[in-house]
């Protein structure tokens, strides 16, 4: 029996405090406010100042808190969240937060980014689609830009592999909607279609799985895996380039679900034409469906979706601000986000209005306005000057723990801040092949999630990269 709910919570709290950064504990945390526990049906509900904080909670730290909730009150506790829409009326509504995440009988707590197996597909249902479902067509707004990908996008979901669109290649520049749009496309079948096997999964992601999987001599487990699937969509398949053997294995797995009529959906930020390393067999096949071009929103759009985000965020910003962010954003979705996820964040820590001069201080530092690209040099030479290391002594075969660390550092940001392939990140820090620079960013990408001053050492050489003209 749990006797005192509200000092569990406090520890969860707690321990939350140690784990995460002030800044992000003062933001999202400490005004989270606890309203009831009921041990019958293991549901917590607390309560969360807005909308926006509770879809950022279940975005990026649902993880988090289901192991502190396990760690305080047991397994599989449900957490639910109380949300205030109107503050002065003190008008509130309630949302189910994520399935608690289920403990693996070993002891570890099982992810959603493991090696597929054959064991995957015994049960339909319980294939974890991995998409975003904050990312649906009634928030991709429709603009000139993307009427046509969105049309097709949306035919292509209510009817899957039935189309003459299978494949549905979907191109444009960084920050234009593709990853949002490809996982509406998802979404959208799951709700239509709960027993079809959807799933979403980056190109980086695919070919980690693959290297996994030859590791351990279960390749063939790997393709069965894949070719159980209903409607598989990859996003960013530009970063297969030199990848040979995931390209092929990937062929045999693309050819077996064309075959059947399955449904499949690319995303790249160049069209098949320029993915020099593209066999003309995997050409032709990707050509045989439809290739859609998503460009950049013109400032119209920028706004439409601006506004459309903000009344969904219950965010009060002028239209003259509005209209300023769209027209700095450079045409990406991404920044736009970027901006206003930033200005709420400001209202919600300050308690204060939205105006110009925030916004304009914001912009500036969220956006990128020089866009003169980050080279392999430029990165290097930020990295080894925060260490202290020479770039001798990273491409360098030594296995010294501090030059290990650098060299991982510099592919993680490597692989974040350019469009180079894995292979030609490793070429260029020390000779180094594309399995070792898919390891590397692996590696600091989880210590990123446990480490806060190893976390804050990171933010501060991208910092860094903002300041270089």
Known sequence: ??????????????????????????????????????????????????????????????ALMDKVLQRCFGTNVQLNYRIVVDKKNKITVDEEGSEPVKIDTTGGVTTT??????????????????????????????GDSNKLPRTVGLSIAEHPGKSTFN??????????????????????????????RVLYVSARLFQVQFTDASRQN?????????????????????????????????FHIFDHLFRLGKQIILASDRPPVDLKWLADRMLTRFSCGLIAELEKPNVQLCVDILNSKCRRDGLKIPADVI???????????????????????YSVVYNSDVNMQLAERVVKRAVKIDNKPLTIDDILEKVCNHYNVSQQNVFSKSRKRDFVMVRQISMYLAQKYTKMPASR?????????????????????????????????????????????
């Not at 689609?129 to 990312?135: C, F, N, R, S």
Request: overall charge negative.
């Open 1 to 62: 029996m749990v006797n005192n709910p509200k000092a569990l919570w406090d520890n969860c709290l707690n321990l939350i405090k140690d784990i995460v950064t002030e800044q992000q504990y003062k933001t999202w945390f400490a005004p989270i406010v606890f309203e009831h526990y009921d041990e019958d049906s293991r549901t917590l509900l607390i309560q969360v100042p807005s909308r926006y904080v509770y879809e950022y909670l279940e975005q990026y730290y649902v």
């Open 113 to 142: 980014n493991k090696t597929p197996s054959t064991l995957d597909s015994a049960v339909p249902q319980d294939l974890n689609p991995q998409l975003d479902t904050h990312k649906t067509f009634q928030s991709y707004i429709e």
């Open 167 to 196: 494949p549905f290649f979907i191109y444009g520049p960084s920050g234009c909607g593709k990853t949002h749009l490809i996982n509406a496309i998802g979404v959208r079948c799951k709700e239509m279609y709960p027993r079809k």
């Open 218 to 250: 279960t390749v063939n487990d790997f393709i069965n895996f894949y070719q159980t699937i209903d409607v598989l969509i990859v996003d960013d398949v530009q970063e297969w380039a030199t990848a040979e053997k995931t390209v092929a294995t990937f």
């Open 323 to 345: 209209r300023f962010i769209a027209e700095t954003a450079n045409g990406s979705v991404r920044d736009l986000e970027g901006v206003i996820n930033s200005l709420l964040a």
């Open 425 to 469: 990140i490793g070429q260029l820090i020390g000779g180094r092949d594309h399995s070792t620079v898919i390891h590397s960013c692996s590696t600091v990408e989880q210590r990123l999630k446990i480490d806060k001053a190893f976390s804050a050492e990171i933010s501060s050489i991208e910092n860094s990269f903002k300041l270089k003209k």
